[in-house]
């Protein structure tokens, strides 16, 4: 098993983690950007300003992704130098990346997508075709953000990964 030839999975998923770890580090620091310079005309300062567990969500989830986006730099490498302790963590992101993908988008649904929908419904004109088109893209930006997730349990439950990562060094 010392010679077991290393899966293929294990190298795309260890490049892909840091891959997807450096965009996610740099789409905290746009978002950061964003929460500190929301522009009064921009819908989303009054959603910020009405709703203190909203901006409290933003902000927790925020710091709790930065150490997200690191746990993932992390599983990157590790998998790359073929280490069991990097498919743990992949392991682990994923967990994180599922349950937060869920309940960012209710939070979200409930917080942004729906108090947006209620406004536009009053409205005529390309914004409220903007605002559908806003509430689907994000829905099923939600569902598409969960597959990276999903394939990384699926391919690191692998027994030939499983095994390979295991194995005796």
């Known amino acids: 098993m010392a010679n077991q030839e290393r899966p ?3 190298v795309i998923f260890g490049a892909l983690n840091l891959v ?7 789409g905290l620091i746009g978002s950061a950007a964003i929460l500190f310079s929301v522009d009064p005309k921009n819908p989303m300062y009054s ?3 009405s709703s203190d567990f909203y901006r409290a969500w933003l902000w927790g989830a925020s710091v709790i992704g930065l150490f997200a986006t690191f746990v993932l730099l992390a599983a990157g490498i590790g998998l790359l130098l073929s280490k069991n302790w990097g498919r743990l963590l992949s392991m682990g ?5 599922i349950v937060m993908g869920i309940a960012g988008g209710v939070v979200s649904w409930i917080y942004v997508t729906a108090p947006l929908l209620d406004k536009m419904s009053a409205s005529s004109g390309p914004e409220v075709y903007g605002a559908i088109g806003g509430a689907i893209g994000g829905t099923i930006g939600s569902l598409a ?6 394939a990384i349990l699926v391919f690191m439950t692998r027994r030939r990964v499983v095994e390979y990562l295991q194995r005796a060094v």
């Open 93 to 97: 992101y994923a967990i994180y990346a």
């Open 47 to 49: 959603i910020l300003q």
């Open 20 to 26: 997807f770890g450096i965009i996610g580090f740099l």
């Open 8 to 10: 293929v999975s294990v």
């Open 145 to 150: 953000g969960l597959l990276y997730p999903i």
